[in-house]
């Protein structure tokens, strides 16, 4: 039996968020530059994105940049934007076989010209993709997600558009990056690190968090497996106990 064999699909998590961390410390460790880790990093993605489309899994969110990862050298900045443009174009391709929907979440407008345009192009192309919504986090923190929420909605206030007290968590969730997701079920952060680093605060409130020390570009389906297979092994309890989930 293999480990795919062993995963109930009928409880697949249908929201699986992944920061994608480690690249820098696998090139180093094979005396590489840290542009050759994003490089094979790249590879990873498109097996993780293909797995999970096959699995199906309707939504896969990944960390590519956060707000913080703009005070990295310019060098390395660069290199991740190039990065991004040709690996959009390059898979434009496996977005189509696959029929995946690409989204972006993060403040766009910081990113450079060649890249938004690039993303925006590659959305319009995407967006009557049905099987899968593929989310990019670029240029993405989640204390700047929910600022930019809480001055839209004061302004609604201070309008008299709505008052304070219909401020409500569906209406919070209404101004975020991700209004059109469903909240993370599954977190997996590779490289060994276990924190959040700004990623998703609000979405994964009941998300299951899973750690796993393999370097993101090593990580491949097996290890998604693994991590699928050990978020089906918990009880998800929301609060109740048990025994109210198991009369
Ligand atoms: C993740 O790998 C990729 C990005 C943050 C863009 P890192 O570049 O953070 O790799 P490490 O953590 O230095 O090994
Ligand atoms: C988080 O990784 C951001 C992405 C994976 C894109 P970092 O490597 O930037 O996180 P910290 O700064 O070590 O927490
Ligand atoms: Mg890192």
């Given at each position: 039996?293999?480990l795919?064999?062993?995963?109930?699909?009928?409880?697949?998590?249908?929201?699986?968020?992944?920061?994608?961390?480690?690249?820098?410390?696998?090139?180093?460790?094979?005396?590489?530059?840290?542009?050759?880790?994003?490089?094979?990093?790249?590879?990873?993605?498109?097996?993780?994105?293909?797995?999970?489309?096959?699995?199906?899994?309707?939504y896969?969110?990944?960390?590519?940049?956060?707000?913080?990862?703009?005070?990295?050298?310019?060098?390395?900045?660069?290199?991740?934007?190039?990065?991004?443009?040709?690996?959009?174009?390059?898979?434009?391709?496996?977005?189509?076989?696959?029929?995946?929907?690409?989204?972006?979440?993060?403040?766009?407008?910081?990113?450079?010209?060649?890249?938004?345009?690039?993303?925006?192009?590659?959305?319009?192309?995407?967006?009557?993709?049905?099987?899968?919504?593929?989310?990019?986090?670029?240029?993405?923190?989640?204390?700047?997600?929910?600022?930019?929420?809480?001055?839209?909605?004061?302004?609604?206030?201070?309008?008299n558009?709505?008052?304070?007290?219909?401020?409500?968590?569906?209406?919070?969730?209404?101004?975020?990056?991700t209004?059109?997701?469903?909240?993370?079920?599954?977190?997996?952060?590779t490289?060994?690190?276990q924190?959040?680093?700004?990623?998703?605060?609000?979405?994964?409130?009941?998300?299951?968090?899973?750690?796993?020390?393999?370097?993101?570009?090593?990580?491949?389906?097996?290890h998604?497996?693994?991590?699928?297979?050990?978020?089906?092994?918990?009880?998800?309890?929301?609060?109740?106990?048990?025994?109210?989930?198991?009369?």
């Open positions: 039996m293999t795919e064999d062993k995963i109930d699909k009928s409880r697949l998590p249908q929201h699986l968020a992944v920061i994608m961390d480690g690249n820098g410390r696998w090139a180093k460790k094979k005396g590489l530059f840290r542009s050759m880790g994003h490089e094979k990093g790249t590879k990873a993605v498109r097996e993780i994105v293909e797995t999970c489309a096959e699995l199906p899994i309707p896969l969110t990944l960390y590519a940049f956060s707000t913080e990862n703009w005070n990295r050298p310019k060098l390395e900045v660069d290199t991740l934007m190039k990065l991004l443009v040709s690996s959009l174009k390059k898979e434009i391709s496996t977005l189509m076989d696959n029929n995946i929907r690409l989204n972006a979440i993060g403040s766009l407008d910081s990113l450079p010209k060649k890249v938004h345009n690039e993303l925006i192009d590659v959305m319009e192309l995407t967006k009557s993709n049905t099987r899968m919504t593929l989310t990019l986090a670029l240029s993405y923190g989640s204390r700047e997600e929910i600022t930019k929420t809480i001055k839209e909605i004061s302004l609604k206030v201070k309008n558009l709505i008052s304070p007290s219909d401020i409500d968590e569906s209406m919070i969730n209404n101004h975020l990056y209004h059109d997701l469903p909240d993370v079920d599954l977190l997996i952060r490289s060994g690190e924190r959040i680093s700004n990623f998703l605060l609000w979405q994964i409130a009941y998300a299951e968090l899973y750690f796993t020390e393999t370097l993101w570009p090593d990580f491949r389906k097996e998604l497996f693994d991590a699928i297979l050990n978020y089906q092994n918990r009880e998800r309890r929301f609060g109740k106990t048990s025994e109210q989930l198991n009369p």
